[in-house]
């Protein structure tokens, strides 16, 4: 069976620092990747997705950064934190191509202070 | 283009009760529709799917969602309400048409189940 890993489960870093959240698929090839924030009050915002290795789309144009190595590898970064990256990060994956439903990991709790 | 409503922010429904969650879409193509819950602190969990044939789909914990067409909507169902249902619910969606596979989700719906 397919699992998600996101690490860390949270994080508390100061403006101005750098970040990086990792995201790691075990159990399928080539799936679909996706970073989504959900800030608080609940909705959904999808930052990047990637189709294959090193193949990264992003949605909004901000001071984060994504990067695929491996197949099944999801790395989200970012030089300077801004104290609007706080948030609620959660990695996603599917299969095929949009008949497919999302598997999403535990998620990664970033308070920037 | 494709958007997604779900109207409601908050429902409330007592313990063995019929719940019901709503999820109104756009779609200029023919609709793939999804419901996904999440616990607190929580990934989000897939419930069920419709792609295509039968318009009432059942999935997880007992959830079914019914594909209504003429209304454009994909509501989400579960006879008996259970506390432990208490969560937030989205409902997403992705056009078959315009050639993107990135569903559009719903804001969410929190139920509340009291006992």
């Known amino acids: 069976s397919q699992t998600i890993h996101q690490w860390p489960a949270t994080l508390v870093q100061p403006v101005g620092s750098p970040l990086s959240l990792e995201c790691t698929v075990e159990?399928?090839?080539?799936?679909?990747l996706y970073w989504y924030r959900q800030a608080a009050g609940r909705g959904l915002q999808l930052l990047f997705y990637?189709?294959?290795?090193?193949?990264i789309s992003s949605e909004v144009p901000q001071n984060l950064s994504a990067s695929r190595p491996q197949d099944r590898q999801f790395i989200l970064s970012s030089k300077k934190l801004l104290l609007s990256d706080s948030g609620f990060y959660l990695c996603?994956?599917?299969?095929?191509?949009?008949?497919?439903?999302?598997?999403f990991g535990p998620g990664t709790r970033l308070t920037v202070t | 283009a494709q958007s997604v409503a779900q109207p409601e922010d908050q429902v409330n429904v007592a313990e063995g009760n019929p719940l019901t969650v709503k999820c109104t879409y756009s779609?200029?193509?023919?609709?793939?529709l999804f419901w996904y819950v999440q616990y607190p602190n929580r990934g989000l969990q897939f419930l069920l799917k419709?792609?295509?044939?039968?318009?009432l789909v059942k999935g997880s914990y007992g959830f079914e969602a019914e594909f209504n067409k003429s209304q454009t909507s994909f509501h989400l169902k579960k006879p008996s309400a259970l506390v432990s249902d208490s969560a937030l619910y989205f409902c997403?969606?992705?056009?078959?048409?315009?050639?993107?596979?990135?569903?559009?989700f719903g804001r969410g719906t929190s139920l509340i189940v009291h006992p």
């Open positions: 419709y792609i295509t044939g039968d318009n």
């Open positions: 990637s189709v294959g290795i090193g193949q």
């Open positions: 159990g399928t090839s080539n799936p679909n």
């Open positions: 996603a994956w599917s299969g095929g191509q949009g008949n497919y439903e999302q598997y």
């Open positions: 997403a969606v992705r056009d078959t048409a315009g050639g993107s596979y990135i569903p559009t």
């Open positions: 779609v200029s193509g023919n609709p793939y």
